[in-house]
């Protein structure tokens, strides 16, 4: 399976993304999905999960009520809303698909990954 990641760009402070991930190729796609992202000279960080079929959702420290992931399963696709983003969300954000249908927060619960998309927010 492949994943590619869009929707990234540049916003102001207190702006909205949506981002989004499309599976494609061969492979199951009922996998829990997540969103991580790394910012220069940092670590790769936890953002959000969904479990197979959506049922659950995870986000990491500080960003549920801004962040919220979802999935749709006809399409194969995995969205994250971003709104009233803060510089410290800029990132390189990497949607990834987890080795179960579970929904993870760690990075070694995941297979595949997407090459990433720039969110930078400008003060």
């Known amino acids: 399976v492949q994943l590619q990641a869009s929707g990234g760009g540049l916003v102001q402070v207190g702006g909205s993304l949506r981002l989004s991930c499309a599976l494609s190729?061969?492979?199951?796609?009922?996998?829990?999905m997540g969103w991580f992202r790394q910012a220069p000279g940092k670590e790769r960080e936890f953002v959000a999960s969904i479990s197979w079929p959506g049922i659950r959702t995870y986000y990491g420290d500080g960003l549920k009520g801004r962040f919220t992931v979802s999935r749709d399963n006809t399409k194969n696709t995995v969205d994250l809303q971003m709104n009233n983003l803060k510089p410290e969300d800029t990132a390189v954000y990497y949607c990834?698909?987890?080795?179960?249908?579970?929904?993870?927060?760690?990075?070694?619960?995941?297979?595949?990954w997407g090459q990433g998309t720039l969110v930078t927010v400008s003060s």
């Open positions: 990834a698909q987890g080795i179960s249908q579970w929904a993870s927060a760690s990075v070694e619960q995941y297979v595949a």
């Open positions: 190729g061969i492979g199951s796609v009922s996998h829990g």
